[in-house]
């Protein structure tokens, strides 16, 4: 067989588009004056960014207002979450045990610090929340901060944020989401769901890294995590990172173009990739529920029990396949996945996530499942 280079880890990252380089390049080489300045230099640049936040907020169903440009997902999580638990008169928070470090860690320091309960919702055998489980946690318990994520980073299970937001607004509960890895793969609309906090991060979806943006809810009022300036209306401090925020708006202008069309191509790819497993390697199975209410880019492959597991992802390495054994942000480390262990996964299994995205081809899927059976095989 030979060898190719096939890039399977878009829950990672995800390689930049052609037209969001062209459309940056001209920031990084013409617009260097500073946004904040008042003269011709930077209102030209601020241009530039308000012209990004329009565009953003358009394809939300937002206002410009509610769109504040961060570092990237982590900031934009740990600012909803550290600033709505210090300043919104929070008794109570919930989450799950299989959100992104960026969320879970945070809730966990946070409530930790403020002496601030935190419950987590129950999970089904399959990594779905426990819907039921979390309006008791709502209803027993005074105000609440909910932190759930929309599409688990490595299972890819969903939840319906309509039916959560509705829930917490029942309750008079803050609702944050952590959005990352659904942003520019689905439609929103931020004018009808009750939705307090979103987050984004442009190189999930074929953006540059270093740049994302927290929405926040108008009717919400929380101060800056960090200080040490005015920026983004007083809610962000730091010189604008312009240059990835014209990367992120042109990002989502292409992500948004045919959102139909790219659900089709990345889910068709995915489905592929299980008929072949399950046709051709005995004792497979899945976790998560790929084929249910699932994230389209992201599979997670149970593989049967092996005495070679730790060779697994090396091996494919080897033959230039890029996939991840777990969570991206931690898959170097020699520590086990805890969404597995939080759906109590047979840890006899090696798991490989494949994620795939609008580049992804039938051809790259095919020659990934055959490394995978020549590995067994061998």
């Known amino acids: 067989m ?11 990252t995800t390689p930049i588009a052609p037209e969001v380089v062209d459309a ?34 358009k394809h939300l169903k ?14 934009a999580d740990n600012m909803a979450i550290r600033c709505s638990l210090k300043e919104l008169n929070i008794k109570h928070a919930i989450t799950t045990d299989i959100e992104h470090h960026a969320v879970l860690d945070t809730m966990e320091s946070v409530c930790s610090e403020h002496s601030i309960a ?34 688990n980073n490595e299972i890819g299970n969903l939840i ?57 809810n108008k ?26 925020i014209v990367g992120l708006a042109k990002a989502m202008d292409l992500a948004y173009e045919d959102v139909a069309a790219h659900e089709v191509h990345v889910k068709t790819l995915k489905l592929h990739m299980m008929d072949r497993f399950e046709s051709e390697l005995p004792n497979v199975s899945f976790n998560g529920d790929p084929r249910g209410n699932a994230l389209y880019t992201v599979l997670n492959v149970a593989l049967p029990p092996t005495e070679k597991a730790g060779m697994l992802l090396f091996n494919l390495d080897i033959n ?28 006899m299994r090696p798991a490989v996530r494949f994620s795939f995205s609008r580049y992804t081809t ?9 490394c995978v059976l020549e590995f067994y095989n061998s």
């Open 160 to 216: 319906d944020l309509d039916e959560v937001s509705e829930l917490c607004t029942k309750y008079n509960a803050v609702f944050h989401s952590d959005t990352v890895q659904t942003m520019a793969h689905y439609t929103f609309d931020f004018s009808k769901t009750k939705i307090d906090f979103a987050t984004c991060s442009a190189h999930k979806f074929h953006g540059p890294k270093g740049i994302g943006f927290l929405y926040i």
């Open 118 to 151: 935190l419950s987590k919702v129950r999970l089904d055998e399959k990594g779905y929340v426990d819907i039921v489980h979390l309006e008791e946690l709502l209803a027993n318990n005074e105000r609440s901060f909910v932190s759930i994520m929309h599409a």
């Open 62 to 75: 937002a206002t410009p207002a509610e769109i504040v440009f961060t570092s990237g997902g982590t900031e």
């Open 2 to 12: 030979a060898r190719k280079q096939v890039y399977l880890d878009n829950a990672a």
């Open 219 to 244: 009717n919400l009022k929380i101060p800056s995590l960090l200080i040490g300036g005015g920026q983004e209306r007083g809610l962000r401090a730091g010189t604008e990172n312009v240059y990835g």
């Open 320 to 347: 230039g396949v890029g996939a991840s054994g777990g969570s991206a942000c931690s898959s170097g480390a020699a520590i086990s996945s805890h969404v597995l262990a939080g759906i109590q996964s047979d840890p």
């Open 24 to 57: 940056m390049l001209p920031i990084l080489k013409d617009y260097y004056g500073n946004p904040s300045s008042s003269h011709a230099f930077g209102r030209s640049v601020r241009a530039q960014v308000e012209y990004a936040r329009r565009s953003i907020a």
């Open 362 to 370: 039938k051809e790259e899927v095919d020659y990934a499942v055959d």
